[in-house]
C-alpha cells in the first residue's frame, strides 16, 4: 500500500521560504508522477506543481517563478521550494500521486493516492 508523508510546513513571514517535502513508501517510486496541491479554508483543493517520473514538471501560474518541484528518486521523496512566500499561499498542502507511469497532470481528480497534509501559514 502506497504512503505518502509530508513535513516542512510552518509559519513564515510574506517573503520567506520553505521547503515541503513528501515521503514515499513506493517500491517503484521512479515510475510515479508526484504532485502539489493546496487547500485554503472554504476554498477548492487546488493545483500547484507536479513533476513526472521522467523529470518534467508543471505548476500552476500563481506560483511560477516563485515555487519549484523537484524529486530524489534515490530517496522516494519529492520536494516543493517555495520562495517570495505571499500570504495568500497560506494553506494545507498535500502531496499526491496518480496510479504509476501517467504523465504529470494538474488535474486533481488523476491523483489517486494522497498524503495527510502540511499546514503552511505566511504572516504579513
Known amino acids: 500500500q502506497v504512503q505518502l508523508v509530508e513535513s516542512g510546513g510552518g509559519l513564515v513571514q510574506a517573503g520567506g521560504s520553505l521547503r515541503l517535502s513528501c515521503a514515499a513508501s513506493i517500491r517503484t517510486f521512479s515510475r510515479y508522477t508526484m504532485g502539489w496541491f493546496r487547500q485554503a479554508p472554504g476554498k477548492e483543493r487546488e493545483f500547484v506543481a507536479g513533476i513526472s517520473w521522467s523529470g518534467e514538471s508543471i505548476c500552476a501560474d500563481s506560483v511560477k517563478g516563485r515555487f519549484t518541484i523537484s524529486r530524489d528518486n534515490t530517496k522516494n521523496t519529492v520536494y516543493l521550494q517555495m520562495n517570495t512566500l505571499r500570504p495568500e499561499d497560506t494553506a494545507v498542502y498535500y502531496c499526491?500521486?496518480?496510479?504509476?507511469?501517467?504523465?504529470?497532470?494538474?488535474?486533481?481528480?488523476?491523483?489517486?493516492?494522497w498524503g495527510q497534509g502540511t499546514q503552511v501559514t505566511v504572516s504579513s
Open positions: 499526491a500521486a496518480p496510479p504509476p507511469g501517467r504523465v504529470v497532470t494538474n488535474k486533481v481528480y488523476e491523483y489517486t493516492t
